[in-house]
């Protein structure tokens, strides 16, 4: 099975700081990955899908790119509100491993 | 706008067997892809099973495969997770969960607690 690995596991940056999460997954996936959103006690939100398209309502802040097996989420200028655990999942085959989670807190 | 509310979750003993649900709302149902996306308490997320929007076609986490059967009733608007022989790692939040056009996950029930203790 295809494994996702996501770093760094947490991170702690300034409000309006340049944020990038990586996940790398040890097979190519072509653009099959999402990243999730899941702020503290809430349930998780989608924010990207095939890799880079930003799901509807989505702030333009986030943005994601790569294909193959190197991903990337960029937060470009940091919020309060971006306080989050964040997910890639890879969905072009099963299982649909998610990663394992990248925390984001203010400094 | 969808809404999924998962139902069935309860405290159950090791071996023992439980029945989710979840019942959908505000979408044609028989048009999406379904599935159970599961988070043990503090951890991350853990894809469980997905359904096609016949029930034709059926996936499973290797850890839940013979213990767990997806199920959906297209007449009933309902997604179901049989699971059986339970153990304490199956003890988690279980969201329902429904596919875009492919199996990212565009809208997310609030879970249903599953915990497994004798």
């Known amino acids: 099975d295809i494994q996702m690995t996501q770093s760094p596991s947490s991170l702690s940056a300034s409000v309006g700081d340049r944020v990038t999460i990586t996940c790398r997954a040890n097979?190519?996936?072509?653009?099959?990955l999402a990243w999730y959103q899941q702020k503290p006690g809430k349930i998780p939100n989608l924010l990207i899908y095939?890799?880079?398209t930003l799901y509807s309502g989505v702030p333009s802040r986030f943005s994601g790119s790569g294909s193959g097996t190197d991903f990337t989420l960029t937060i470009s200028s940091l919020q309060p509100d971006d306080v989050a655990i964040y997910y890639c999942?890879?969905?072009?085959?099963?299982?649909?491993?998610f990663g394992g989670g990248t925390k984001v807190e203010i400094k | 706008e969808a809404q999924l509310l998962e139902s069935g979750g309860d405290l159950v003993h090791p071996g023992g067997s439980l029945r989710l649900s979840c019942a959908a709302s505000?979408?044609?149902?028989?048009?999406?892809?379904m599935g159970w996306v599961r988070q043990a308490p503090g951890k991350g997320l853990e894809w469980v099973s997905d359904?096609?929007?016949?029930?034709?076609?059926?996936y499973y986490e290797d850890s839940v495969k013979g213990r767990f059967t997806i199920s959906r009733d297209n007449s009933k608007n309902t997604l179901s997770l049989q699971m059986n022989s339970l153990t304490a790692e199956d003890t988690a939040i279980y969201y329902c969960?429904?596919?875009?056009?492919?199996?990212?996950?565009?809208?997310w029930g609030r879970g249903t607690l599953v915990t497994v203790s004798s």
């Open positions: 969960v429904r596919a875009g056009r492919l199996s990212w996950y565009d809208y």
């Open positions: 505000g979408f044609t149902f028989n048009q999406y892809t």
């Open positions: 359904i096609n929007n016949n029930g034709a076609a059926t």
């Open positions: 097979q190519g996936i072509r653009n099959y």
């Open positions: 095939d890799a880079s």
């Open positions: 999942q890879k969905y072009d085959d099963a299982p649909l491993t």
